[in-house]
């Protein structure tokens, strides 16, 4: 995820945690992230560089879901303060189901304990710093290729500014 994105909670209160919900692989956990990923991309889709969900745990209290909402960098000024709350309104302006009973169709939140947990904007430098081994990482820097990012040095092949370093 290259991205900026958003982390925020949903308490979900038509449905009730099971142990297994705590599985991330289990088919309770699986089933219950599918129908939670359907409902916030209808929710989202008019969000401004919207690109998806990811849960990142469920506990307790019904349902409740960390999860961070993955968004397309944006040109211009527009903040990810400003984004965390045009997600925060698209959520809370919401139609409930007609019917928030555990056997309701769709899911029921509880508006007011979505909120914004953390705003996070990618910065490439550190994310390479914290994934290669920490004697060399001074020695590491982000370069592009398409979506991905790879984290090379200057003896990297193929890279534009790479030297030959096969004499040590």
Do not use: W
């Not at 991330?24 to 939670?36: I, L, P, Q, W």
Request: with cysteine.
């Amino acid at each position: 995820e290259l991205g900026p994105s958003v982390t925020l909670l949903a308490h979900i209160t038509n449905r009730n945690f099971s142990e297994d919900m705590g599985d991330t692989s289990s088919n309770a956990y699986r089933g219950f992230v599918d129908e939670f990923s359907r409902t916030m991309d209808r929710i989202y889709h008019n969000v401004t560089g919207y690109s998806g969900i990811r849960v990142l745990t469920l506990t307790r209290g019904s349902v409740v879901v960390n999860y961070k909402v993955l968004l397309h960098p944006l040109a211009g000024d527009t903040s990810l303060d400003h984004r965390a709350q045009e997600l925060l309104e698209a959520a809370n302006a919401t139609a409930q189901p007609q019917n928030c009973s555990h056997s309701a169709e769709g899911l029921c939140f509880n508006t007011s304990s979505s909120r914004a947990a953390h705003a996070e904007e990618l910065n490439a430098t550190e994310l390479c710093r914290k994934y290669t081994p920490v004697n060399f990482s001074r020695y590491y820097y982000p370069y592009r290729v398409q979506n991905s990012l790879l984290c090379v040095t200057n003896c990297t092949l193929n890279v534009p500014g790479s030297i030959n370093c096969n004499g040590g």
